[in-house]
Each structure stands twice: as structure tokens, then as C-alpha cells.
């Protein structure tokens, strides 16, 4: 079971973050350890998210700077996977379209206007609430970056 818990941990930092690591195991056993241990890869995306604004805050930059740095880190770790599901899932219910239709619409490699919008008005408000924390000081500010990271992965 150890072999099959570190497949698991290799699974899901490989597939859900440009980490440099190693699967070598590509079966239904290792994906479903490996999606058990997603909140693992999401909490080290937080803290590298936690860890980038927190450093940017003590090295006296403004916390708005600090707030987009900790919106980018996990964006960027994550290859934007969230970002494109979540433009992906907008896309598909702004058209308004049938179920078959929609579904369709969300299946399709670019972006439409609805999720260009709400990829927007999300990371907007992602470093809005990450600034005013940072402002209040850079412990509130890397706390939520660190919680929230875990929950914006796929």
C-alpha cells in the first residue's frame, strides 16, 4: 500500500501541477490514489502562493502587488487548469443553450465571451480580498492564500 500511496502523490502532483515530477504509474489504481491526494498538491500550491506574497510584502512591495503574485503562483503551478475549467463551465451556461448544446460549447478549446468575463470579474476579486488581508498585514494575507489555493484546484 506505501508503493501505492507514493504513485499517488506522484499521480496528482504530476498531472495537476508543473512540479518536475516523476509518474510512473498511469493506471486506475494510481488516478484514483492520486485524485485522493489532490488537497495534498493544492495545499503546496497554496503555500507557494502563501510563500510568493508573503515574501513580495516583506521585501516592501504594496499589497496589491503582494495579492496578484499570490493570484498568479497558482495559476501559473497549475498550468491554469481551474481557470480554464471555470471559463470553460461559463461559456457552456451563458449560452443559454439545450444541455447537449451547452456541453459542447464547454468541450471546445477556445474561450467565449462569458468566460473571458467571468475569468475577469473572478480574478478581480481574488486579488481585491487579497490585498485588503495583505494590507492588514502579510500573516492574514498568506493565510488565505494558503487556505484558498487547495479549493481553486480542479
Not at 39 to 63: D, E, H
Not at 72 to 93: E, F, I, N, Y
Request: glycine share 12%; net charge neutral; hydrophobic share 55%.
Amino acid at each position: 500500500m506505501t508503493s501505492l500511496n507514493s504513485h499517488g502523490i506522484r499521480f496528482a502532483f504530476g498531472t495537476l501541477t508543473v512540479l518536475p515530477v516523476r509518474v510512473t504509474r498511469w493506471d486506475r489504481e494510481a488516478a484514483r490514489a492520486g485524485m485522493l491526494c489532490a488537497p495534498l498538491a493544492g495545499l503546496v500550491v497554496g503555500l507557494l502562493s502563501a510563500a510568493a506574497g508573503g515574501l513580495l510584502l516583506l521585501l516592501g512591495s504594496a499589497p496589491l502587488l503582494a495579492a496578484v503574485a499570490s493570484a498568479a503562483v497558482p495559476a501559473a503551478l497549475t498550468r491554469g487548469l481551474h481557470l480554464d475549467g471555470l471559463a470553460d463551465t461559463a461559456d457552456g451556461l451563458g449560452s443559454g443553450k439545450p444541455a447537449d448544446d451547452a456541453l459542447r460549447i464547454m468541450k471546445q478549446s477556445d474561450i467565449g465571451p462569458f468566460g473571458v468575463i467571468t475569468l475577469l470579474f473572478v480574478l478581480l476579486a481574488q486579488v481585491a480580498a487579497l490585498a485588503e488581508l495583505y494590507g492588514r498585514g502579510w500573516a492574514y494575507g498568506a493565510v488565505a492564500a494558503a487556505v484558498a489555493a487547495p479549493y481553486a484546484q480542479p
